[in-house]
């Protein structure tokens, strides 16, 4: 991979106006993350060969918009790195934040069915993303671990159904 960097100085991003720029493009943005990365992108930061690939597939989608009328399914993505780190840490996870992650992980399915769709027209995103993995079975197994409200469901585990007909046997003393 070719590993050159360009940097512009200070002096001559004011010229520019690239402070303004990143608010338009972060303003853009359907994603926590896009936002995220406008606000600090700064030209030179990514290497050539990285940046050329981000650029081709930005034309990519820019092509494919202009052509056909498709609804780009990122704006319903959480940001789930904070969890991924507090739960890597701790190894617990909240009945809230285990919803989370599965709106994370339908999110991501849409997103590769999304590519699946248009794969033909989308051949430098489509390898950009192919490490995108999907959870059907982690998913299949635990998803129904979840009531409609988002709560964990008795049967989640013998502890937990014990504990709530305490609680109901309890609450009706």
């Given at each position: 991979m070719n590993q050159e960097h360009f940097r512009i100085s200070s002096?001559?991003?004011?010229?520019?106006?690239?402070?303004?720029?990143?608010?338009?493009?972060?303003?853009?943005?359907q994603t926590f993350v896009a936002k995220e990365k406008f606000t600090t992108l700064v030209p030179g930061d990514l290497e050539n060969d990285v940046a050329l690939d981000y650029a081709h597939v930005a034309c990519e989608i820019i092509k494919l918009k202009n052509t056909k009328n498709f609804f780009l399914p990122l704006a319903d993505v959480p940001d789930v790195r904070m969890l991924l780190k507090r739960i890597s840490r701790s190894g617990?996870?909240?009945?809230?934040?285990f919803a989370e992650f599965i709106q994370f992980h339908k999110a991501t399915q849409s997103l590769i069915?999304?590519?699946?769709?248009?794969?033909?027209d989308l051949t430098k995103a489509r390898g950009t993303l192919d490490g995108l993995e999907s959870l059907d079975a982690w998913i299949a197994k635990h998803f129904a671990l979840l009531d409609n409200r988002g709560d964990l469901v008795d049967w989640a585990s013998d502890d937990l159904s014990a504990l709530r007909h305490l609680e109901k046997e309890l609450h009706a003393k």
């Open positions: 002096s001559s991003l004011a010229a520019l106006e690239w402070p303004s720029l990143q608010i338009q493009l972060a303003a853009q943005a617990i996870i909240t009945v809230p934040e069915f999304f590519l699946n769709k248009y794969s033909a």
